[in-house]
């Protein structure tokens, strides 16, 4: 680590910050367990912290979760859209997750290749 | 197993949001000339007691009822990077007290594995629990630097 990369760090953070302010739509659980980093789960995270914050979408949270028990699909993501569908992203990769950012998160439309399924109870 | 160091560390500080740590300070220090690697993570979480300390350190094991498939692995990883890499791995906590993992490693080993993006483990924290205040310290030879997601956090505020 240098000085440079501590400057965009706090840059980085700064921004995301300022992203966490006013009304949410949705809620994007990312599974951050031991399996969930060791598949890359921290990359898949980052890389929609920044895609959201390049699309200056307010209305999307971000948070972690642990182990969620299905290993195998890690990384996994689950969109909860407020009020309404829950829907289960597994084996997401850096491109998978732009894709939810850009169909899912942003027009409203469900990434079907990468779903592993859907809890059809409200919460 | 993981690549980098910085995926323990994001591992480790995970068992921290857990144990519902308001502060979680990060140090890593990266000596070339003491030959040395050391990485710390503390937290002032729920802390463990005598008991549990020893069954977390026995390899698979966890202390998370609520999923039964939770297999407690994390530790584990990391002793075993820091011991494979000719260095030591101390776990200390006490009730109530927080959680301290240390885990050294000499720098030059061959196996050591690379300390990696740093700054995704420190930005996927501060995004995993936003009231939790998340502290790095990094120091070499040459540098020290610093960050505190609090100093960011009242600087926003302003903007609010």
Redesign the interface.
């Known amino acids: ?3 440079e ?2 400057k ?3 840059e ?3 921004k ?3 992203l ?2 006013g009304g949410k739509k949705y809620r994007v659980v990312v599974g ?4 969930g ?2 598949a890359g789960a ?2 898949v ?2 890389t929609m ?1 920044d895609e959201i914050e390049k699309q200056s979408l307010g209305s999307v949270e ?3 979760t ?4 299905m ?1 195998d699909a890690e990384p996994m993501v689950r969109v909860e859209e407020t009020g309404g569908e829950k829907t289960v992203y597994g084996k997401v990769d850096v491109e998978g997750a732009r894709k939810i950012v850009t169909e899912h998160l942003q027009k409203g439309k469900k990434v079907q290749k990468l779903a592993v399924g859907q809890a059809k109870e409200k919460e | ?2 690549e980098e160091l910085s ?1 323990h560390i ?2 480790i500080a ?1 068992n921290s ?2 144990a519902d740590a308001t502060k979680i300070e990060i140090s ?1 220090v990266e000596s070339r000339r003491h030959d040395r690697l050391v990485l710390r993570v503390r937290d002032d979480g729920r802390g463990m007691d005598a008991d549990t300390l020893r069954r977390i350190l026995a390899t698979s094991a966890s202390t ?1 009822r609520s ?5 407690g ?2 530790l584990a ?1 990391l002793r075993q990077t820091s011991e494979m890499c000719g260095g030591r791995f101390a776990v200390r906590s006490a009730t109530g007290r927080g959680t301290s993992v240390t885990a050294s490693m000499r720098l030059s080993h061959i196996d050591r594995p690379p ?1 990696g ?8 924290l ?5 009231k939790t205040a998340v502290q790095l310290n ?1 120091r ?1 030879d040459e ?1 020290k ?3 505190d ?1 609090r100093e ?2 009242t ?2 505020a302003v ?2």
């Open positions: 680590m240098n000085l990369q501590l965009k760090l706090k980085k953070a700064q995301q910050i300022a966490r302010e951050m367990g031991t399996s980093v060791a921290r990359e995270m980052t912290l971000v948070c972690v642990g182990e969620i028990g290993v | 197993m993981f995926q994001l591992d995970m949001l857990s890593v998370k999923r039964r498939k939770a297999i692995l994390g990883f300390l993006d740093l700054n995704a483990t420190i930005l996927a501060c995004a995993a629990e936003k990094y070499s540098e630097l610093r960050f997601s960011l956090a600087k926003g903007h609010v």
